[in-house]
């Protein structure tokens, strides 16, 4: 464990990462997953995506930039057979790296080229992670300090929808739902954190899980759901809270907040 997941693991900081995309090598359908995956990582600081945007094989792409509020990088193809948009995004990473505040970096290809890349951003002290199709070649994957296939994660949040469609005779204030984000869902959400992020007791800091929580729900508030307080909330959705005292003597309360799910 490198010293950005141990930071990570304990809740002192919340990453920084910025999340490079090559539209040439990618699918629309996708940058869902790509998104929803780095938020479980960290802030995303900076969302960039790659191409010749004059160019009609990027067309269905422009659709997703305005949806999760990607800039546009534009590099013309200048010249037949030639990827250009590999050297633009490169160097732009190079960019980043040496004045951008950033705890690591997100690389969305499938693409080999980039094996270089990801070797040099981990010399220089940056978390790594790589999206791409089952079909990146193994150097790239490699080179990264976590890599996830995207095709496959996007196959089972399929399937994982189609075993848990709701019967249409339960779905009866379908605009009342969409307004906020189901706590079924808040719950899942919080027992993944809880198996990726607890420690070997299974305890992890209730603030870490808030964090989050909100990461990934923008809309995320324990108000929402009836509850002045985070602990509230947890205890309903039966997690086990405990308090720990704190030595940090700028704490008011003297305590520190951890969950573990209920054994």
């Known amino acids: 464990m490198n010293e950005l997941e141990k930071k990570k693991h304990t809740g002192l900081i919340n990453a920084k990462f910025a999340v490079l995309i090559d539209a040439d090598n990618n699918s629309k359908d996708y940058i869902k997953v790509v998104f929803d995956e780095m938020t479980d ?3 995303i600081t900076y969302k960039r995506m790659y191409g010749d945007w004059t160019s009609p094989n990027l067309k269905s792409m422009k659709d997703v930039l ?5 800039t ?3 590099q013309y193809s200048y010249t037949k057979g030639k990827n250009s948009t590999d050297s633009a995004m490169i160097i732009d990473a190079m960019d980043i790296l040496y004045t951008g505040d950033v705890d690591g970096f997100c690389l969305v290809s499938s693409d080999s080229d980039f094996t270089k890349l990801a070797s040099r951003l981990r010399e220089a002290g940056k978390f790594v992670i790589g999206m791409g199709r089952q079909q990146t070649p193994k150097a790239f994957v490699s080179a ?3 890599f996830k296939f995207v095709d496959l994660i996007n196959e089972n949040m399929a399937q994982e929808a189609q075993d848990k469609e709701i019967p249409k005779v339960e779905i009866k204030n379908q605009e009342e739902q969409n307004s906020k984000t189901p706590i079924e869902e808040i719950k899942k959400t919080i027992t993944k954190i809880i198996e990726e992020k607890s420690d070997d007791e299974g305890w992890v800091l209730v603030s870490l899980v808030g964090i989050m929580l909100q990461n990934k729900y923008s809309d995320f508030d324990s108000r929402n759901y009836g509850h002045k307080k ?3 909330l947890l205890k309903e959705l039966d997690f086990e809270i405990k308090a720990f005292k704190e030595s940090d003597a700028s704490r008011k309360s003297g305590q ?3 969950i573990r799910l209920k054994k």
């Open 41 to 43: 990582e960290g802030i």
């Open 66 to 70: 305005l949806e999760y509020s990607i």
């Open 72 to 74: 546009p990088m534009q």
């Open 144 to 146: 990264c300090n976590k």
């Open 230 to 232: 985070m602990t509230s």
């Open 256 to 258: 520190v907040f951890y």
